[in-house]
């Protein structure tokens, strides 16, 4: 049974680029959720994805967007990047949409390095 | 003030000695309330899910709630060099908004042999 897989592992950026994360759900979860975490803090939230609509949303600018796919998969882009986007970028599944108490299963991140 | 507060540590014990990692955190609406483990390079990996107050056992670990201190903590028992890791609490509202998690910073843990 795949767990979450998040691609790429690494990826080092230049500010003011653009970049794509991609990551799979659990088998049989229908709901993606990302977050950021950066060195020695909690992970936070960036947004939550449920039948290819953006369900809820955290405190990030409009420079973070992302996108869900039918076969659940999902995207989170980054336009701009700055200095302080250098984080662990996770990606979460999880079964019935926002208000499902159905827990959340993480990925192993990728971790974005922004020069 | 963060809606959760967890001690960063770092927190070193030997082996077999009880463990014991606490949150606290200010919104009453919370209502689910989980325990994370992270371990270097890896994403945080589910250990305890809970609703509401109360205790919860899942073989050495013991979650507990207090709601109305808004204290969560997590116990483990004799703990092992591979419980070396990061613990992240983790709690969430009901309802539409259930599905965002808010995380205390995690406590770094080692056990040594």
């Known amino acids: 049974d795949a767990g979450v897989t998040q691609s790429p592992t690494h990826l080092i950026k230049t500010r003011g680029q653009q970049v794509t994360l991609r990551c799979s759900p659990k088998?049989?979860?229908?709901?993606v959720s990302w977050y950021q975490q950066a060195l020695g803090q909690g992970p936070q939230f960036i947004f939550q994805y449920y039948e290819e609509e953006e369900r809820q949303r955290g405190n990030f600018p409009d420079r973070f967007s992302g996108h869900q796919f039918p076969n659940y998969s999902s995207e989170l882009n980054v336009n701009a990047l700055l200095l302080g986007d250098s984080a662990l970028y996770l990606c979460a599944s999880s079964l019935g949409g926002p208000g499902s108490d159905q827990p959340q299963h993480f990925g192993d991140g990728t971790r974005l390095s922004i020069l | 003030q963060k809606e959760v507060e967890q001690d960063p540590g770092p927190l070193s014990v030997p082996e077999g000695a009880i463990v014991s990692l606490n949150c606290t955190y200010s919104?009453?609406?919370?209502?689910?309330f989980m325990w994370y483990r992270q371990y270097s390079r890896k994403g945080p990996e589910l250990l305890m899910y809970t609703y509401s107050s109360g205790n919860k056992e899942d073989g050495r670990f013991t979650a507990q709630v207090d709601k109305s201190s808004k204290y969560i903590s997590l116990f483990i028992r004799d703990s092992q060099p591979s419980d070396s890791a990061t613990y992240l609490c983790?709690?969430?509202?009901?309802?539409?908004?259930?599905?965002?998690?808010?995380f205390g910073r995690g406590t770094q843990l080692t056990v040594w042999p």
């Open positions: 088998s049989g979860h229908d709901t």
């Open positions: 983790a709690m969430s509202r009901r309802g539409s908004t259930l599905g965002r998690l808010y």
């Open positions: 919104n009453s609406a919370f209502q689910y």
